[in-house]
């Protein structure tokens, strides 16, 4: 293969390594926004269970003092009753004790309801703190593997960005500036593999005589499409003597 060939195919491996761990480092404010928003979410749900459970136990009270009302007319009812004296009188006094009976017996059957409620929105809470407490203990780890991340990818963009030096400046300095005009035009893709006559990135047939000049990979060729620098990566066939042999 031709030297230059190969160090713009090694040229452009470490351009893309670099491009992808900048583009990893360039979502981490993203990421970190994806991880609040969890939390935001969990920390809601908190928030909303206690609030429910709040209400129910301010509604709980209310139904009790109802009651501890409708208790103390029965009261003064009964006392009247034993005061009263005639049947007319009797009988209203009793009509009114009937009607606080059955007004307390509805609102304790409230008051029930309610303490109910209160302990499946008490299971509820519980629940939504542990899930808050989970959530933050996940986001807390993602959060360092991100920052472990985030070193290690620096890193890398360091480290390829030497090596990049090295194999830029062993290559022909016409070539180089081909493959950097072509990389700016094409997204830092300037280098692209022929395979079956065909430019695998824009997929555009290229002529036969430009895919056989391609298969030789002896010299910079470039698509007549994207003006990508094209190389030919040719398929290693097994040999017959290494084909595998059927099981007796």
Same mark, same amino acid.
């Given at each position: %293969?031709?030297?230059? #060939?190969?160090? &713009?195919?090694?040229?452009?491996?470490?351009?893309?390594?670099?491009?992808?761990?900048?583009?990893?480092?360039?979502? @981490?404010?993203?990421?970190?926004?994806?991880?609040?928003?969890?939390?935001?979410?969990?920390? +809601?749900?908190?928030? @909303?269970?206690?609030?429910?459970?709040?209400?129910?136990?301010?509604?709980?009270?209310?139904?009790?003092?109802? =009651?501890?009302?409708?208790?103390?007319?029965?009261?003064?009812?009964?006392?009247?009753? %034993?005061?009263?004296?005639?049947? +007319?009188?009797?009988?209203? =006094? +009793?009509?009114?004790?009937?009607?606080?009976?059955?007004?307390?017996?509805? &609102?304790?059957?409230?008051?029930?309801?309610? %303490?109910?409620?209160?302990?499946? &929105?008490?299971?509820?809470?519980?629940?939504?703190?542990?899930? #808050?407490?989970?959530?933050?203990?996940?986001?807390?780890?993602?959060?360092?593997?991100?920052?472990?991340?985030?070193?290690?990818?620096?890193?890398?963009?360091?480290?390829?960005?030497?090596?990049?030096?090295?194999?830029?400046?062993? %290559?022909?300095? +016409?070539? &180089?500036?081909?493959?950097?005009?072509?990389?700016?035009?094409?997204?830092?893709?300037? =280098?692209?593999?022929?395979?079956?006559?065909?430019?695998?990135?824009?997929?555009?047939?290229?002529?036969?005589?430009?895919?056989?000049?391609?298969?030789?990979?002896?010299?910079?060729?470039?698509?007549?499409?994207?003006?990508?620098?094209?190389?030919?990566?040719? =398929?290693?066939?097994?040999?017959?003597?290494?084909?595998?042999?059927?099981?007796?």
């Amino acid at each position: %293969m031709n030297p230059d #060939l190969q160090r &713009l195919i090694d040229l452009q491996r470490l351009d893309s390594a670099v491009h992808e761990a900048q583009r990893r480092l360039a979502e @981490a404010p993203e990421r970190e926004k994806a991880l609040e928003a969890r939390l935001d979410a969990a920390r +809601q749900q908190l928030a @909303a269970a206690k609030e429910r459970l709040a209400d129910s136990q301010t509604a709980r009270r209310a139904i009790e003092k109802e =009651v501890a009302v409708h208790q103390g007319r029965l009261s003064k009812f009964r006392e009247q009753a %034993m005061a009263v004296k005639t049947n +007319q009188e009797y009988h209203a =006094v +009793q009509h009114e004790i009937s009607f606080a009976q059955n007004e307390i017996k509805t &609102l304790e059957d409230a008051v029930l309801e309610r %303490m109910v409620e209160g302990d499946e &929105l008490t299971a509820t809470l519980k629940r939504s703190e542990a899930a #808050l407490a989970a959530e933050q203990k996940a986001v807390e780890a993602e959060r360092r593997a991100m920052a472990a991340e985030a070193v290690e990818q620096q890193a890398a963009i360091d480290r390829l960005g030497a090596e990049r030096v090295t194999v830029a400046g062993a %290559m022909d300095q +016409q070539v &180089l500036y081909i493959f950097e005009q072509v990389a700016r035009k094409r997204h830092g893709v300037a =280098v692209a593999e022929a395979r079956d006559g065909i430019c695998t990135i824009c997929h555009v047939r290229l002529r036969p005589q430009v895919f056989n000049n391609v298969l030789r990979n002896d010299a910079i060729v470039q698509c007549d499409s994207c003006n990508r620098i094209l190389y030919y990566n040719p =398929v290693k066939k097994t040999a017959p003597d290494d084909a595998p042999q059927p099981a007796p």
